[in-house]
């Protein structure tokens, strides 16, 4: 299906193009780059005969009736959002691909028993309020209110996002907090039939092994926090070394630390990601420092083991260099088992198509994590160049695509064959 494959090419570099940044690619939750994906994607899916809705947390829904009047309904989707100075391909790949799949299956004139709903989450990425899967959190009806709390650069909250995006500003709808945003789950778990999410690798392994495609079996436990060490200030000309309460140095300390316990770990991966300074001036010690912790294993028994001895860490740099330190837990995720039933028939149209089904383990986080909490998940992985993601130059190829987009189709030929009986 060369002419398919070349359809999604055009639309992944077209989405591309939509940033809140000029020069780089940047779209942060609920932000104008962000509604204007929303209308750019919406009218593929429009285009490709599906009814299309913008939930209450920002989420692009594009449903497709099935041909069985009360079938239940399976979830196509990913993310829409992207990091800072982000590639083109690392969530919306999950979103455009589906969309291109099911107009090849219409174009085949193949009507499918069971109804499609495709997901272009509004958050995945954690970049504006440092903590993920807003939207496929909001999808399921799982925002907490400790996640509604927390605030972005400029001091906005989750909740206050969420109200401007609804235009509850006023009176009473804005007093009546998260009940006027209906923040439910959309679907109930007896009506669905599952989740697939259609994602770049983000590693090297397909690569190595020269496959385009892959089956993902799980997906890694994830810990993020904020971290905030606070010292004393002082002028950096004046103030002996042995009495100063510097925090950066203590945060320093700290991150490589928490790096040497990784290292001594396998399978762990700890991850410093944003730092910032007070007062932030050359000649001035240090007072404060609040960094970013992010810690992955596909094991959540050595997840936690790791972070208790980070733990024990910090509170010894905190004693040894007199600082205070506080932590604030804003992600906690355990790991995930992919469906063995969705992940075996998707096997199988990956076998068909590649020759090949290659299992691998996510060492990234996806919407899946969160999705599995309402409905069996199951993930297909596509090779890209170098291993690469969260970077301009993240690519996967046409050729690569056209592979992808195959297999999806297989799956959806082959489950539909199941539902007719």
Known sequence: MPNAAQLLVSMLDELGRITDEPGRLTRTFLSPGMQRANELVGDCLKAAGLKVRVDSVGNLIGRLEGAQRG???LLLGSHLDTVRDAGRFDGPLGV???????????????QLPFAVEVLGFSEEEGVRFGSAYLGSEGYTGRLKPATLKLRDADGVSVLEALQRWNGLTSGRSKRAGVSA??????HEPSNLIGYIEVHIEQGPV???????????????GQSRFKLT????AGHAGTTPMALRRDALAGAAEFITGVEAIARRTPGLVATVGALTVSPGAANVIP?????????????DSVRRSALMRIG????????????????????????VDCSVKLTARLARSVQAVQGKALSLVSGAGHDGVVMSTLTPVAMLFVRCRDGLSHHPDEYASPKDLAVALRVMVDFLERLAAEYRG
């Open 96 to 110: 455009l691909l589906p969309i291109v799949a099911l107009a090849e299956l219409q174009r085949r004139g193949v």
């Open 206 to 220: 397909l690569e190595a092994r020269k496959l385009a495609v892959g089956v993902v079996s799980a997906i890694a």
């Open 71 to 73: 079938a239940k309904t």
């Open 181 to 186: 945003l209906h923040l439910k789950a959309t």
């Open 287 to 299: 007072g404060a420092a609040t960094h970013t912790l992010d810690v992955r294993h596909a094991k």
């Open 229 to 232: 060490w606070t010292g004393q």
């Open 312 to 335: 024990r860490l910090a509170t010894q740099i905190a004693i040894k260099r007199g600082l205070e330190r506080r932590w604030q837990r804003t992600q906690e995720n355990g790991a």
